[in-house]
C-alpha cells in the first residue's frame, strides 16, 4: 500500500506521486467539501491504529481535539524513529514523502488545525532534507500553504529535525523540543489533545499513520480494516532485521502469520534454528519460538503472547544469540536515553545494566535474577514516561523465558553458548 511502486530514483517526487494517484484524496475532499465529521467516521470505521507503538485508535484520537477552539490547533508527525529495531518511517519519508503530505493535509482539515510539524529522527538528516523538498513541490503545486487547491482551507506545513535523542519521539518531548526547550516528558494528563504545542490542542501521529489516510480515504474504512483482521484494520510495515536471510521492511496485511513473515524476509540464515523473537521494536517483551510461530502480526495476537506489536520492528534471534549479552546490548541503550527526571528511571536504567552487565562478564553473584525482578518492579507504573517501563519489559522477559542462561553465566563463569558458536552467528 504505501510502498507499493515506490521503485526508482524519482518515486518520491510530486509527479510520480500524483501518477500514483496521490493527492486525489484530498483533491475529492476539497471538491465535495466532505464534512470533518465524515472524515473521522471514516477512519473510526478502518479501525486504523496509531503505528508507532502504542495501537491507539487514529479516529478516536482525532475526535478528542475540540472542535470550537479560540486559537491555533496544531498538528505533529512522530519521525523520531529511535526505537532499535525500527527503520520504517525513515522508508516512508525516503521513498513516498507525499503520503504523510496529503495524510497531514487531511488531517488538518478535518481537525481545523492551522499548522503541522514534521519531526524527523537527528540521524537521518538525507530523510529531512528530502522532506523539505518534497514540501516545497507540494507548496508549489497549491497543494499546502494558503487556500489549499483554491479553497478557504489553509495549512502550514515544517519540517523540524531532532538531534537524535530517542525520549524525543515521546509525544510530549517532541513537542518541548519543537518549542527548543530541553526534550523531556511532561506528565499526563492533560493530553496533548487539550495541552499540547505551546500550550494548545494538538494531534501526533506516528509517520506511517499518517501516509495511510490517503489510502483509507480513497479505499473507505470498510475495505481497509477488511485487509487486515476484525480491531486490527489495514496493512502494516514491519522492519525485520537479525538473523534472517533479507532484512528489510516488508508491508503486509495485520493478521498474517509471523511464518510468512520470516518466510518473506528469507527465512533464518545459515538455515539455524530460531531461538526469540521481538516483535515490536525494542521495549516489547521477547517472546520465545516456540510461542512466536503460533502468532500472527497483529495488535491483539501479539498481546495474547504476553508482548506487544509496537512499531513493528520485529527483531529475529537464532541459536547462537547469548541472552544475557542481547540483553546487556538493550540495558544499555535505556540507561543512555533515559531523560533523567524521574528517579526510579535514571537510577533504575542504570541499575539494571551494571547487573545484567556483570552477569555477562562473569561476575553475577546469586541473588542477580531476584534484583533484577525488584529493580524493575520499583520502576514499572511510577515514572513520568513510557520509558521506564520500556526499560523493565525486556528485563522482566528475558529472565522469564531465558532464566536459565541467566543462572548459567552466573555459575558457570561463562556462556552457556559457546563464543565460536555465537561468532559463527554473528
Ligand atoms: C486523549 C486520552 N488522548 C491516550 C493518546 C496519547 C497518545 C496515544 C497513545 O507511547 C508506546 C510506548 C513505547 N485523551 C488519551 C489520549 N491518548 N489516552 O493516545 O498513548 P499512550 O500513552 O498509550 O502511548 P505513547 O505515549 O504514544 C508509545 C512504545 O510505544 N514503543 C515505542 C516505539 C518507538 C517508536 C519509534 O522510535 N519510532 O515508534 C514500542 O513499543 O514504549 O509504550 O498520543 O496522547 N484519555
Ligand atoms: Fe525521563 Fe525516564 Fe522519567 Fe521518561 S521515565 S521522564 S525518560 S526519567
Not at 272 to 292: D, F, N, W, Y
Request: net charge negative; glycine share 12%; with cysteine.
Amino acid at each position: 500500500m504505501i510502498l507499493a511502486g515506490c521503485d526508482g530514483d524519482r518515486a518520491w517526487r510530486l509527479q510520480d506521486y500524483v501518477a500514483r494517484g496521490g493527492y486525489s484524496a484530498l483533491k475529492k475532499i476539497i471538491a465535495e467539501k466532505v464534512s470533518q465529521d465524515a472524515i473521522i467516521a471514516e477512519l473510526k470505521t478502518s479501525v486504523l491504529r496509531g503505528r508507532g507503538g502504542a495501537g491507539f485508535p487514529t479516529g478516536l484520537k482525532w475526535s478528542f481535539m475540540p472542535r470550537s477552539f479560540p486559537g491555533e490547533k496544531y498538528l505533529a508527525c512522530n519521525s523520531d524513529e529511535g526505537e532499535p529495531g525500527t527503520f520504517k518511517d525513515r522508508d516512508i519519508l525516503r521513498y513516498n514523502p507525499h503520503s504523510v503530505i496529503e495524510g497531514m493535509t487531511i488531517a488538518a482539515y478535518a481537525m481545523g488545525a492551522a499548522r503541522g510539524y514534521n519531526y524527523i529522527h537527528g540521524e537521518i538528516f538525507d530523510v529531512y532534507l528530502r522532506f523539505e523538498e518534497a514540501l516545497a513541490e507540494a507548496r508549489e503545486a497549491g497543494l499546502l500553504g494558503q487556500n489549499v487547491l483554491g479553497s478557504e482551507f489553509s495549512f502550514e506545513l515544517f519540517a523540524h529535525h531532532g538531534y537524535g535523542a530517542y525520549i524525543c519521539g515521546e509525544e510530549t518531548a517532541l513537542l518541548e523540543s519543537i518549542e527548543g526547550k530541553k526534550g523531556q516528558p511532561r506528565f499526563k494528563p492533560p493530553f496533548p489533545a487539550s495541552y499540547g504545542l505551546y500550550g494548545k490542542p494538538t494531534t501526533i501521529n506516528n509517520t506511517e499513520t499518517f501516509a495511510s489516510v490517503p489510502f483509507i480515504m480513497n479505499m473507505g474504512g470498510e475495505t481497509f480494516l477488511e485487509l487486515g483482521k476484525p480491531n486490527n484494520g489495514g496493512m502494516k510495515l514491519f522492519s525485520v532485521s537479525g538473523h534472517v536471510n533479507r532484512p528489510g521492511n516488508y508491508e503486509v496485511p495485520l493478521g498474517t502469520p509471523f511464518a510468512e513473515v520470516l518466510e518473506m524476509a528469507g527465512g533464518m540464515r545459515g538455515g539455524r534454528k530460531l531461538k526469540a523473537v521481538i516483535p515490536g521494536g525494542s521495549s516489547s517483551p521477547v517472546i520465545p519460538a516456540s510461542v512466536m510461530m503460533d502468532c500472527t502480526m497483529d495488535y491483539d495476537s501479539i498481546s495474547k503472547a504476553g508482548s506487544m506489536l509496537g512499531s513493528g520492528a520485529v527483531i529475529v534471534m537464532d541459536e547462537t544469540t547469548c541472552m544475557v549479552k542481547a540483553l546487556e546490548r538493550l540495558s544499555y541503550f535505556y540507561f543512555e536515553e533515559s531523560c533523567g527526571q524521574c528517579t526510579p528511571c535514571r537510577e533504575g536504567t542504570g541499575w539494571l545494566y551494571r547487573v545484567v552487565h556483570r552477569i555477562e562478564n562473569g561476575l553475577g553473584r546469586p541473588d542477580d535474577l531476584e534484583l533484577l525482578n525488584s529493580v524493575t518492579a520499583n520502576i514499572m507504573g511510577r515514572t513520568i514516561c513510557a520509558l521506564g517501563d520500556a526499560a523493565a519489559m525486556p528485563v522482566q522477559s528475558f529472565v522469564k523465558h531465558f532464566g536459565s542462561e541467566f543462572e548459567y553465566h552466573i555459575e558457570n563463569k561463562k556462556c552457556l553458548v559457546p563464543p565460536e558458536v555465537q561468532r559463527a552467528g554473528s
